[in-house]
């Protein structure tokens, strides 16, 4: 069985995210969804169990799909949950680098553990988790953005936190 892991902050899920997921979700037997909690703690919007149970209403309808949180290396994760590949989305030139990068330190530290990218789709080479905020924060409307399943939860916490700040 050949499994592949799509990490991500996923602060919040976006309809990029779902899209690259649900592709490689066809591409291998199973994909575990892992949200990365090495980086920004301080500033997430959302927490790692919030960002995993929006990820999980978004993708229920996707059976060889689980989701995850982890906090370390991707390559010892991927060991963990016995995947061979990582899929990433490329949006932009702009993504390349940091991803090429990625990859090549992953291969150095697993040799057999292979990074598969997948192009964005058009309609979401924009799209990221900070614009999907700093749209909403500035009153525009996020919902073809985000998954429907979630738009609720998020517009209502990026408008509280804008609030409290
Ligand atoms: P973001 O850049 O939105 O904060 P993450 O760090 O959570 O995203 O990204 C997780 C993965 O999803 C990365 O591989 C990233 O390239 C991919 N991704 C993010 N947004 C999109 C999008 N709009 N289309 C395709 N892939 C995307």
């Not at 899209?19 to 090495?38: C, Y």
């Not at 906090?71 to 940091?98: I, M, W």
């Amino acid at each position: 069985m050949k499994t592949a892991i799509c990490p991500g902050s996923f602060d919040p899920v976006t309809r990029g995210h779902i899209d690259i997921i649900k592709r490689a979700a066809k591409l291998f037997d199973k994909v575990v969804v892992v949200v990365m909690m090495n980086f920004n703690k301080r500033d997430s919007y959302f927490t790692a169990s919030e960002r995993v149970e929006l990820l999980k209403r978004s993708l229920k309808d996707t059976t060889n799909v689980e989701v995850d949180m982890y906090s370390g290396l991707l390559a010892e994760y991927a060991d963990k949950v016995g995947a061979c590949a990582v899929v990433k989305g490329l949006r932009a030139v702009s993504d390349f680098e940091y991803e090429f990068q990625m990859a090549l330190t992953n291969q150095k530290l697993n040799p057999d553990f292979e990074t598969v990218f997948l192009t964005a789709k058009a309609e979401h080479m924009f799209l990221s988790s900070s614009v999907v905020k700093q749209v909403c924060e500035f009153g525009g409307d996020i919902s073809e953005f985000i998954p429907e399943e979630t738009s609720e939860d998020i517009i209502k916490r990026i408008k509280e936190r804008k609030q409290s700040l």
